[in-house]
C-alpha cells in the first residue's frame, strides 16, 4: 500500500516569514494529493491539492509543487499569519484511498 | 449544518459498553468514510461505503462495526473497546469513490475507560 511520510512534524515560524512541509510517497500509481489544515478542535479541511499531470499550483499565499520522479510535493505557505497555526496534513491518493502524512503542527510567532 | 455532522461530538464509554457514532451528510454524496485520528499519528481509514456497499476494510477489529443504511448516513457500532481505541474517529463524504476530494465531519472524541 502507499505509505505517506510528511517533515517536519513541527515547524514554528515568525510571522511574515514562509513555512515550508514536505511529503514524499512511495506509490507510483498515486495521482492526486491534496492538503488538509486542521485548527485547534476542528475538522480537517482542504486546503489545496495537486494532480499528478501538474507540477506547480497555487492559491493566494499558499502553493503546492510535485516532482513526480523524484515521489515527493511539497506546501509553500508566504507571509505566514497567526490565523495559518494549525496541523497540516498531506495525502495521497491511489484508486479511491486516501494515505496521510502524519501532520505538521505549525506556530506561527506574532 | 450543512455538509458533514457527526453526533455525538464527545463520548465516555467503559470497555464492557456498546454504543454508536453517526454521521450524516448533505452533500448529495455517495461515498462515505471512517478515519481514526489518534495522537501523532496519520489519519487511518477504516471503512469506505460506496452506494451503500462496503467497499474497504482496511483490517478493522471486529469491535468496531460498520453500518450504512443509504448513502446519507454512515454509523460506526461499537463493542468491548480496549483503551487504546481511544481517538477522535472522523466521517468523511466524497461525490464517489473515484472522486478524490473528501469532505470531513467534526469527529467524535472518544475515550474508553
Known amino acids: 500500500g502507499e505509505n505517506v511520510e510528511q517533515h517536519p512534524s513541527t515547524l514554528s515560524v515568525q510571522e511574515g516569514d514562509s513555512a515550508v512541509i514536505k511529503c514524499t510517497y512511495s506509490?507510483?500509481?498515486?495521482?492526486?494529493f491534496p492538503w488538509y489544515k486542521q485548527e485547534l478542535g476542528k475538522r480537517p479541511q482542504l486546503i489545496i491539492d495537486?494532480?499528478?499531470?501538474?507540477g506547480e499550483k497555487k492559491d493566494q499565499r499558499i502553493a503546492v509543487t510535485l516532482n513526480k520522479t523524484a515521489k515527493h510535493f511539497s506546501l509553500h505557505i508566504t507571509e505566514t499569519q497567526p490565523e495559518d497555526s494549525a496541523v497540516y496534513f498531506c495525502?495521497?491518493?491511489?484508486?479511491?484511498?486516501?494515505?496521510f502524512g502524519a501532520g505538521t503542527t505549525v506556530t506561527v510567532r506574532a | 449544518e450543512t455538509g458533514v455532522t457527526q453526533t455525538p461530538r464527545h463520548l465516555v464509554m467503559g470497555m464492557t459498553n456498546k454504543k454508536s457514532l453517526k454521521c450524516e451528510q448533505h452533500l448529495g454524496h455517495n461515498a462515505m468514510y471512517w478515519y481514526k485520528q489518534s495522537a501523532k499519528k496519520p489519519l487511518e481509514l477504516m471503512f469506505v461505503?460506496?452506494?451503500?456497499?462496503?467497499?474497504e476494510n482496511n483490517s478493522v477489529p471486529s469491535r468496531f462495526s460498520p453500518e450504512c443504511p443509504n448513502s446519507s448516513h454512515l454509523f460506526l457500532h461499537l463493542h468491548t473497546l480496549q483503551p487504546e481505541d481511544s481517538a477522535l474517529y472522523l466521517c468523511?463524504?466524497?461525490?464517489?469513490?473515484?472522486?478524490?476530494?473528501?469532505?470531513f465531519g467534526p469527529g467524535t472524541r472518544l475515550t474508553v475507560t
Open positions: 506509490d507510483s500509481a498515486s495521482n492526486y
Open positions: 495537486i494532480r499528478s499531470n501538474v
Open positions: 468523511a463524504s466524497s461525490r464517489e469513490t473515484s472522486s478524490p476530494e473528501q469532505y
Open positions: 461505503y460506496n452506494f451503500k456497499e462496503q467497499t
Open positions: 495525502a495521497a491518493i491511489n484508486d479511491y484511498k486516501l494515505s
